[in-house]
Every structure is written in C-alpha cells, then in structure tokens.
C-alpha cells in the first residue's frame, strides 16, 4: 500500500504566499514523476506543476514566475511554493505521485488540501 500525506495550505491575502508538501510512504520501488493539480469550484481539475525523478519541471501558464515545484527524492516528497498568490489561484490542491511497484507504475492522488486567497 502506498499513502499520501498532504499539508499546507489554509488561507492568505492576494499577494501572499503559501507552501504544500506531500509525502509518500508505504510499498515504494520508484518514485517517477510528481506533481499539483487543483480543482476549483465548478471547474475541472487542471495541471498546475509538475517534476519529473531527473527535475524537468512543467507549470501552467497561470502560474508561470509564481509557483516553484520541487522534490525530495530521499523523503519521496513534492514540494509547491506559491508566491504571488491571485484569487484566481483559489482552489483544492491535489499532489499526484506516479510509483512504481513492481513491474507497474501507478497513480496515486492525496486527500487535497484547500487553498484561499483573499481579494
């Protein structure tokens, strides 16, 4: 088995800044890439970093300049550092780790974590 703790978050005013964490523990081979999605009211969950076991990173557009995505591989943690936050970036955030077991990889998403920015 393989859990996901997540933890930051919570609430800041427009412009502040916010940090997650998420780590995995349990049955791991091989961590392969890792990454934040979030998904906001109404809206359909979305990419919003990502880092792959050598650290190529991927952001969203949106987030571009703002947001930081980085790992620790001896922890098997993910790490998202939000500067500059917007309302817009209001949303729950959702680690999702690719790990290998066995001969498989396999997805696993964390419980999510709220994010608030105030106007």
């Known amino acids: 088995q393989v859990q996901l703790v997540e933890s930051g978050g919570g609430l800041v005013q427009a412009g502040g800044s916010l940090s997650l964490s998420c780590a995995a523990s349990?049955?791991?081979?091989?961590?392969?890439?890792m990454g934040w999605y979030r998904q906001a009211p109404g809206k359909q969950r979305e990419l919003v970093a990502a880092?792959?076991?050598?650290?190529?990173?991927t952001y969203a557009d949106s987030v571009k300049g703002r947001f930081t995505v980085s790992r620790d591989n001896a922890r098997n943690t993910v790490y998202l550092q939000m500067n500059s936050l917007k309302p817009e970036d209001t949303a729950v955030y959702y680690c999702?780790?690719?790990?290998?077991?066995?001969?498989?990889?396999?997805?696993?998403w964390g419980q999510g974590t709220q994010v608030t920015v105030s106007s």
């Open positions: 349990g049955s791991i081979f091989r961590v392969n890439a």
């Open positions: 999702k780790v690719s790990i290998v077991r066995g001969i498989l990889e396999y997805d696993y």
């Open positions: 880092i792959t076991s050598g650290g190529s990173t």
